[in-house]
């Protein structure tokens, strides 16, 4: 069992911040990639940003330049910095991570609760 908790979501006005965390807790041998996603009503889930294990990132067009992604590997946990929000960032953010349980076993995605961003005009 794999648990991934975010936390950081909230209310704030076009052009402030926010700071998501997400913690991954449980059976974890290794975890690759990790990953920001978001889905805003009506919308397809997409990707925000992502993060590999050694550190390389890519990002969304639309959030290019204004968010940054971060992990520190020794906690499990990854950081999405949001800087310049727009309502159009309005969404619900979840965390996924590629988790390997066992040194043997293959890898999963995980999936954490989500947390509400919400960019007032």
């Known amino acids: 069992q794999v648990q991934l908790v975010e936390s950081g979501g909230g209310l704030v006005q076009a052009g402030g911040s926010l700071r998501l965390s997400c913690a991954a807790s449980?059976?974890?041998?290794?975890?690759?990639?990790m990953g920001w996603y978001r889905q805003a009503p009506g919308k397809q889930r997409e990707l925000v940003a992502q993060?590999?294990?050694?550190?390389?990132?890519n990002y969304a067009d639309s959030v290019k330049g204004r968010f940054t992604i971060s992990r520190d590997n020794a906690n499990n946990t990854v950081y999405l910095q949001m800087n310049s929000l727009k309502p159009a960032d309005t969404a619900v953010y979840y965390c996924?991570?590629?988790?390997?349980?066992?040194?043997?076993?293959?890898?999963?995605?995980?999936w954490g609760q989500g947390t509400q961003v919400t960019v007032s005009s």
């Open positions: 996924k991570a590629v988790v390997q349980a066992r040194p043997v076993y293959g890898t999963f995605n995980s």
């Open positions: 993060i590999t294990k050694i550190g390389s990132t």
């Open positions: 449980g059976s974890i041998f290794s975890i690759n990639a």
